[in-house]
Structure formats: structure tokens, C-alpha cells
């Protein structure tokens, strides 16, 4: 199962399971994940969990902005539109910063091979 660890200081604070269908970021009350802080929109951005169409078992993560004021962010990089997200990338929700961790994705880095 894929999480967001949220990093202060590069130190985990918090996890957070990404389960369902979709994923709810921001700092209204009803999101899965809520972020209060004034930086954060009420409905920041989104999670949407797919399975792979390709690899039996294995679930996809998207992330989209929901129209922020100050953005979500994967590794430094504004996310235009839907973005996938990787075992390791950094995502920040304003100023707030996540690890996304995928421990089947892991495993599967190591056995991925190039085809010629």
C-alpha cells in the first residue's frame, strides 16, 4: 500500500494510507488528509488511485492540483494537470512537505530490465 509520510525537518511526522479510489487533500474538515494551515485551500488537490493496466496487482497514484492558491508541487516542479506520482518523490501542499512511498513499486525497481 502507497503512503504520504509528511517530513519536518526531513524527519517523519505523520502517515497517512492512500486507500479508495481518491484522495483528498486540503483544509476542509472532510478531506481524507487535512492540512490545517492557512496556506493550504480547503480542497488543495487530489490522489486518484487506479489499477495498473498493465501489471496484475499493482496500483497506480495520480496527483492533481484542485486549483490552489499556492500550488502542489512534485519534486520543486509545479503539477500542471494529472501527474503520477513514484516511490520517493516529494510532494508539497503549499509549504508542507511529503514522501510518497510505494513499498510495491520498490520491489518492482528491482526487477525491472530494459527490452532492445
Known sequence: MAVLAQL???????TFDLKGKKVNIGRH?????QINEIAV??????IDIEVNQYLDGVL?????DKGSTNGTFVNDLPVEGRQRLNNND???IAWNTFKFID???SSLEKTAYLLE
Open 8 to 14: 519536518v525537518d526531513d524527519v517523519v511526522t505523520s
Open 29 to 33: 474538515p472532510d478531506n481524507q488528509i
Open 41 to 46: 485551500s480547503g480542497a488543495h488537490a487530489i
Open 60 to 64: 497506480d497514484c495520480y496527483i492533481e
Open 90 to 92: 516529494l510532494v508539497r
Open 103 to 105: 513499498e510495491n513499486e
